[in-house]
């Protein structure tokens, strides 16, 4: 079982950035494809970012390609979000996912465990 913890959300303007992270128990970390999704008022959940268990291979949603970096460190139990250039449009509840394998995967039914989410909100 893993248990996945979010932080570094909050209000930002326009242009601004925001780094988020999430915290991971267990010993199998390192063994975790993770990823990011966010979720919109209304709207359904959407892929972000992924990266697989060494931490080099990462992708990206087309909609923050350029302006956001996943990173991990694996001695760390932890996954970031390094997003620039934010838009309004960015805002979201973001939540951080794991999988079961070393493989990075882009859609919602491809992750085993999820985090409660942080609120990130940009204002114009």
């Known amino acids: 079982q893993v248990q996945l913890v979010e932080s570094g959300g909050g209000l930002v303007q326009a242009g601004g950035s925001l780094r988020l992270s999430c915290a991971a128990s267990?010993?199998?970390?390192?063994?975790?494809?993770m990823g990011w999704f966010r979720q919109a008022p209304g709207k359904d959940r959407e892929f972000v970012a992924t990266i697989n268990w060494s931490g080099e291979s990462t992708y990206y949603a087309d909609s923050v390609k350029g302006r956001f970096t996943i990173s991990r460190d694996n001695a760390k139990n932890t996954v970031n979000l390094q997003m620039d250039s934010l838009k309004p449009e960015d805002t979201a509840v973001y939540y951080c996912a794991a999988r079961r394998v070393t493989t990075r995967a882009t859609t919602v039914p491809a992750y085993d465990y999820w985090g409660r989410g942080t609120q990130v909100s940009v204002s114009s």
């Open positions: 267990g010993r199998t970390f390192s063994r975790y494809a």
